[in-house]
C-alpha cells in the first residue's frame, strides 16, 4: 500500500475518532485493537523475518481488535488502556525508543496506567481516548502525506532537529485533541 494511501486512510481515522468517537467506539475500538495489536505483535518481533513480523503481527491484531469488538462492555477501561499506549508510543517515539522489547513493556506499562485510570473515569475517558488517538493518527498521517513539514515521521527516530518536530507532534496532536474533545462534548449534553 502506498504511503499516500496509508496517509489518508489514518487521517480520515483519525478524524472520525477525534470528532465522532463516543458514537462510534465499539467499531474504534476494533480498529484501535487491531492496530495496538499489530504494533505489539511486530514489537515482539523485531529482528526476525519480516514474514514473520508481518504474520505475528496481523495475528495480535486481528485477536485484540476482534476482542475489543466482542467485549465492548469493558470499553470504558479498554480506551483508557488505547489512550495510556497511544501517550506510550509518543513519548517512546520522542526519547527514540521504537522497536523492540522495551518498546512492547512501554506499550504494556501505558496501557495497564490507562485502563485504571479508564475503569474510574468511565464516560468521560471515551470521548478524552478517542480525541487523542484520533489526533495522533491525523498527525502521522499528515507527517506521512507532507514530508516536508516540521512534524515528526512515525516509527522514526529523533536526531538533534528531531526534538523541535517531535515537540511540534505533541502540540498538534494536543490543539486537535482539544478541538475533537470539546466538539464530543458539546454533543454528549445535547444526548
Same mark, same amino acid.
Given at each position: 500500500?502506498?504511503?499516500?494511501?496509508?496517509?489518508?486512510?489514518?487521517?480520515?481515522?483519525?478524524?472520525?475518532?477525534?470528532?465522532?468517537?463516543?458514537?462510534?467506539?465499539?467499531?474504534?475500538?476494533?480498529?484501535?485493537?487491531?492496530?495496538?495489536?499489530?504494533?505489539?505483535?511486530?514489537?515482539?518481533?523485531?529482528?526476525?523475518?519480516? &514474514? =514473520?513480523?508481518?504474520?505475528? #503481527?496481523?495475528?495480535? @491484531? /486481528? *485477536?485484540?481488535?476482534?476482542? !475489543?469488538?466482542? +467485549?465492548? %462492555? &469493558? =470499553?470504558?477501561?479498554?480506551? #483508557?488502556?488505547?489512550? @495510556? /499506549? *497511544?501517550?506510550?508510543?509518543? !513519548?517512546?517515539? +520522542?526519547? %527514540?525508543?521504537?522497536?523492540?522489547?522495551?518498546?512492547?513493556?512501554?506499550?504494556?506499562?501505558?496501557?495497564?496506567?490507562?485502563?485504571?485510570?479508564?475503569?474510574?473515569?468511565?464516560?468521560?475517558?471515551?470521548?478524552?481516548?478517542?480525541?487523542?488517538?484520533?489526533?495522533?493518527?491525523?498527525?502521522?498521517?499528515?507527517?506521512?502525506?507532507?514530508?516536508?513539514?516540521?512534524?515528526?515521521?512515525?516509527?522514526?527516530?529523533?536526531?538533534?532537529?528531531?526534538?523541535?518536530?517531535?515537540?511540534?507532534?505533541?502540540?498538534?496532536?494536543?490543539?486537535?485533541?482539544?478541538?475533537?474533545?470539546?466538539?464530543?462534548?458539546?454533543?454528549?449534553?445535547?444526548?
Amino acid at each position: 500500500m502506498s504511503v499516500t494511501i496509508t496517509a489518508a486512510i489514518a487521517i480520515v481515522i483519525g478524524i472520525v475518532s477525534s470528532f465522532f468517537g463516543q458514537r462510534i467506539y465499539r467499531i474504534i475500538l476494533a480498529v484501535y485493537g487491531f492496530f495496538v495489536g499489530f504494533a505489539f505483535g511486530t514489537a515482539l518481533m523485531a529482528g526476525q523475518s519480516d &514474514l =514473520a513480523v508481518l504474520v505475528v #503481527g496481523v495475528i495480535a @491484531g /486481528v *485477536a485484540l481488535g476482534a476482542l !475489543l469488538y466482542y +467485549l465492548y %462492555g &469493558l =470499553a470504558f477501561a479498554l480506551f #483508557g488502556a488505547a489512550l @495510556g /499506549v *497511544a501517550v506510550a508510543v509518543s !513519548l517512546a517515539t +520522542l526519547i %527514540g525508543v521504537t522497536e523492540g522489547t522495551l518498546l512492547a513493556v512501554i506499550f504494556l506499562i501505558g496501557g495497564v496506567i490507562g485502563a485504571v485510570i479508564g475503569y474510574i473515569a468511565r464516560a468521560i475517558i471515551i470521548v478524552i481516548a478517542t480525541a487523542i488517538v484520533g489526533a495522533v493518527q491525523i498527525v502521522n498521517g499528515i507527517a506521512l502525506l507532507i514530508p516536508d513539514l516540521p512534524l515528526a515521521q512515525p516509527g522514526v527516530e529523533p536526531d538533534e532537529a528531531g526534538i523541535l518536530s517531535g515537540i511540534i507532534n505533541v502540540i498538534a496532536i494536543a490543539v486537535i485533541a482539544g478541538i475533537g474533545a470539546a466538539y464530543q462534548f458539546r454533543n454528549l449534553r445535547r444526548e
